[in-house]
């Protein structure tokens, strides 16, 4: 069993719909919580971060971290065709732990 | 802030060849860089871990003789792939972190680095 699950998709959502994405993971050591955009043929883009159970918000972007069901979230609303990526989860066990534990990844379309 | 580049996005070689692929973050100073490996719809894998000045730390079943490592500088890293097979084709991808402007603690990772051995 990998550490860190998330669905791989495709999720295809309309324009304008709420995106709804989440990792589940096994190893209670995971503190801080991590949220990435890839592009196709490019490098990951920090979206979010958190250090803590609750939630995050930035723009229309949400994250939440649920420590006690090891379940983090990410929300986009009014999403748009350019929100069209794999986003993953990544996760460490410090502040300035260096190892980071990465989900799948999952395929989002967001169709106009 | 926070950018980090990589040179070249794109590179073919021949088989037993060497290829070097630069990591730059230019806005910030890089205490510490990553390189990673990602195949065809998977996940990042983490090869090595290197701090300026330091020996990179490898990662199990990562071979340190041939994929150098050198972190020389606090803006630059570099990998180099030695005598390539075409089982080293994939795509390389660096992260750097450091004090950028956002947080000390988080990646902040280059476009990648995309290698095809023939």
């Known amino acids: 069993q990998k550490e860190v699950e998330q669905d791989p998709g495709p999720l295809s959502v309309p324009e304008g719909a709420i995106v709804s994405l989440n990792c589940t993971y096994s190893n209670s050591a995971f503190q801080y919580f991590m949220w990435y955009r890839q592009y196709s043929r490019k490098g990951p883009e920090l979206l979010m971060y958190t250090y803590s159970s609750g939630n995050k918000e930035d723009g229309r972007f949400t994250a939440q971290v649920d420590k006690s069901s090891k379940y983090i979230s990410l929300f986009i609303r009014d999403s748009q065709p350019s929100d069209s990526a794999t986003y993953l989860c990544?996760?460490?066990?410090?502040?300035?732990?260096?190892?980071?534990?990465f989900g799948g990844g999952t395929r989002v379309l967001v169709k106009p | 802030g926070a950018v980090v580049s990589q040179h070249p996005s794109w590179v073919i070689c021949k088989s037993g060849t060497s290829v070097k692929i630069e990591c730059r973050s230019l806005?910030?100073?890089?205490?510490?860089m990553f390189w990673y490996r990602q195949f065809p719809k998977q996940s990042l894998m983490l090869m090595a871990t290197s701090n300026e000045g330091s020996k990179a730390t490898y990662e199990q079943g990562v071979e340190k003789d041939k994929f150098l490592i050198n972190h020389a500088s606090l803006t630059l890293s570099t990998l180099t792939v030695t005598s390539a097979h075409p089982e080293d084709s994939s795509f390389y991808i660096c992260s750097a972190r450091g004090l950028a402007g956002g947080s000390p603690y988080e990646q902040y990772f280059g476009p990648g680095t995309r290698l095809t051995v023939t």
């Open positions: 990544a996760m460490r066990r410090s502040a300035a732990g260096n190892k980071l534990t």
């Open positions: 806005d910030f100073q890089a205490t510490t």
